[in-house]
C-alpha cells in the first residue's frame, strides 16, 4: 500500500485546514490508518488515527475537540479536519497504515511522503 497526503498550506490561526491522505491498494478492515506530525527540532508525535473496518477514531489530548479524522471507504481515503488551528500545530503531517493502534511511529510500516501546514499567528 502507498500513501499520498496532501492538503497543507498556510492558513492564520483560528482557521481550518484538511488533509487527505489517499491509499493504492486495498486498505483492510483490521489496519489503522494514522496521522501523525513533525515539526521543527521535535520528534514526530501522534495525532489522530482511525481503525479502517470498525471506523473507531484515536486522537491525541491536545487535538481531540479540534481535529476529526474520518474515511471515504470508496476512495481509500482518510481525512483530518482541522479546526481552530494553532501555531504549535504547525508541522509537517505524515499518514501512515499500522496493523494495530499505538502511538509510536516505528509501529506503522508504511508512509506518506508529508504535507506542510503552516499556522501564522
Known amino acids: 500500500v502507498q500513501l499520498q497526503a496532501s492538503g497543507g498550506g498556510l492558513v492564520q490561526a483560528g482557521g481550518s485546514l484538511t488533509l487527505s491522505c489517499a491509499a493504492s491498494?486495498?486498505?483492510?478492515?483490521?489496519?489503522?490508518v494514522a496521522w501523525f506530525r513533525q515539526a521543527p527540532g521535535k520528534e514526530r508525535e501522534f495525532v489522530a488515527a482511525?481503525?479502517?473496518?470498525?471506523?473507531?477514531?484515536y486522537y491525541e489530548d491536545s487535538v481531540r475537540g479540534r481535529f476529526t479524522i474520518s474515511k471515504i471507504s470508496a476512495e481509500n481515503t482518510v481525512l483530518l479536519q482541522m479546526n481552530s488551528l494553532k501555531p504549535d500545530d504547525a508541522a509537517v503531517y505524515y499518514c501512515?497504515?499500522?496493523?494495530?493502534?499505538?502511538?509510536?511511529?516505528?509501529?506503522?510500516?508504511?508512509w506518506g511522503q508529508g504535507t506542510q501546514v503552516t499556522v501564522s499567528s
Open positions: 501512515a497504515r499500522g496493523t494495530q493502534y499505538s502511538t509510536f511511529q516505528n509501529d506503522y510500516s508504511y
Open positions: 491498494g486495498r486498505i483492510y478492515s483490521s489496519w489503522i
Open positions: 482511525i481503525r479502517w473496518g470498525s471506523g473507531i477514531k
